[in-house]
């Protein structure tokens, strides 16, 4: 009988949520969805010297924001609660116990000065088979010692006992089989000296207690998979084991390596979901929800961010990426970051997506900048003709801020060198023609037959019509702006134009 589809997302509540974070939840998510399975959000805060307050918050919003929803989280609750791992310290002594009572694992009470001089001492040091028995440890010390010292509270962490001349061996859902050498794996903490499991005793014990089926993680955790491999055998949960996938690295867009934030910071574009403070430092790095992506963009370009279903389609809902999706299709290469291929998808979806559901978010991001839409059939009206032309929703005011105001300002040195009085004249004589109810057509047709009884070329009067309705040398047709503006408010800016083009 196959298992149920069960996955998790496992993020540190330590800051800001890459995109790269971002992506793993997605993939989890699209293969839980694809197999009517369960998609869980855990959230593993063991590491309290590195615990920030307002991260998990904030890693919730990114994932509502981006439309993926757990199924069971801290916030939802579940069967298998709690979801926060420091909720969950009392149950993994017990497990470090186990290890050490079967030889698995093993007391270490060397302390931190007595470490960093064994690192000054031996280059790249390694605590493991080769260096474990000049240690102070239970493999070194008497039972007598180590009870001793365990009665006196004497500082210790457990370590797994890796074995010496093995191969630790998985099929990667992704890469195939993946084998490892055990004598280059060093004795991993298991549990620190605060009591509370490290990354590789915690994840195995909650994905074991939450019955996880498949686990889908970055690229970067493949050297600890020998670690979690042998503890699952060690704990005897084998047969229980998920099936694992590592997922290709997100790369930067120039040179070698993954993409981090310094590399945001350096080429001028965000890495993480949305804006994240610093509440120590107070300082804030940038986000793509507030650069002015859609979710359903950012979404999209994650998802082609080493996957394709294979044809040349590029854009995918949601519910497209779930039916689509599968892990054949995921790829064993990095992906290459490009800044503005993600700018290409979130104008794509600008683009295709109705004015009226874009009208909220462009009202939100005119507010910001102190302007109130207060007419809704307007706005559309506006948004429709523009949107095209918009890459993120923040260019929305600057694209389309003159139909709501009319300009003060005027780039008059594109009109003033070749402005003459039969070219005032002219734009005099086509007020009376401005009328509404006329077709963006009709209002073009009678704009060039005046300008061929005036003896004078349309081309020369494109320029100073446009820069008399928007201020500059931007906007959609500039007919449509006028039919847009109406035929009131066009006559007003062509008066206010031309006394300022005298």
Not at 42 to 57: I, K
Not at 283 to 306: I, Q, S, Y
Request: glycine share 6%.
């Amino acid at each position: 009988m196959e298992k149920k589809v069960r996955v998790r997302f496992a993020p540190s509540p330590t800051g800001g949520l890459h995109l790269g974070g971002v992506r793993t939840a997605l993939f989890n998510y699209l293969f839980a969805k694809k197999h009517n399975g369960t998609f869980i959000l855990r959230v593993e805060d063991t590491d309290q010297t590195r615990f920030v307050e307002g991260a998990e918050e904030y890693i919730v919003s990114c994932l509502a924001w981006c439309g993926i929803q757990a199924d069971e989280s801290p916030q939802v609750g579940g069967e298998y609660a709690p979801y926060r791992q420091s909720e969950r310290k009392s149950t993994y002594k017990q497990y470090a116990e186990q290890l050490i009572n079967d030889g698995f694992a093993y007391y270490a009470f060397d302390t931190p000065e007595e470490l960093d001089v064994k690192r000054k001492e031996i280059p790249n040091f390694l605590y493991g088979q080769t260096s474990r028995m000049g240690m102070r440890n239970s493999l070194t010390l008497s039972s007598e010692e180590v009870d001793a010292l365990l009665k006196n509270n004497t500082p210790h962490v457990v370590r797994i006992k890796m074995p010496e001349n093995e191969h630790v061996s998985f099929v990667d859902m992704i890469r195939g089989l993946v084998s490892f050498d055990t004598n280059l794996v060093d004795d991993k903490v298991l549990l620190k000296a605060d009591g509370m499991p490290t990354y590789h005793l915690a994840v195995v014990a909650d994905d074991r207690a939450m019955k996880i089926s498949h686990i889908f993680r970055g690229e970067e955790w493949l050297p600890s998979a020998p670690v979690h491999i042998l503890l699952w055998k060690y704990l005897g949960w084998e047969d229980e084991m998920p099936n694992w996938a590592h997922l290709p690295l997100i790369l930067k867009p120039d040179g070698n390596g993954k993409l981090s934030k310094r590399d945001g910071d350096r080429l001028g574009f965000p890495v993480y979901a949305q804006n994240w403070t610093d509440p120590k430092t107070g300082d804030m790095t940038k986000g793509f929800r507030e650069l002015g992506f859609m979710p359903e963009a950012f979404v999209n370009l994650l998802a082609m961010l080493g996957w394709n279903d294979g044809t040349d389609q590029e854009l995918f809902s949601m519910a497209e990426l779930i039916d689509k999706f599968s892990v054949e299709r995921i790829s064993k290469a990095g992906a290459k970051f490009d800044f503005e291929k993600a700018k290409w998808y979130n104008h794509e979806w600008i683009k295709h997506t109705d004015a009226a559901d874009l009208l909220d978010i462009v009202k939100q991001e005119f507010s910001a900048k102190g302007i109130d839409l207060t007419d809704d059939n307007f706005a559309l009206k506006v948004i429709g003709l523009i949107k095209d032309r918009c890459n993120l929703l923040t260019d929305f005011v600057a694209q389309s801020e003159y139909f709501f105001k009319a300009p003060v300002e005027y780039d008059l040195p594109a009109v003033k060198s070749k402005w003459t009085a039969e070219k005032a004249d002219f734009f005099n004589a086509y007020l009376p023609a401005i009328e509404d109810g006329f077709t963006t057509l009709e209002l073009e047709e009678k704009f060039k037959s005046l300008a061929t009884e005036h003896n004078l070329k349309p081309g020369e009067l494109m320029l100073p019509f446009r820069i008399m309705l928007v201020g500059g040398k931007f906007g959609p047709g500039v007919f449509d702006i006028a039919v847009t503006l109406g035929s009131a408010e066009t006559k007003e800016r062509i008066l206010a134009a031309l006394a300022a083009f005298a």
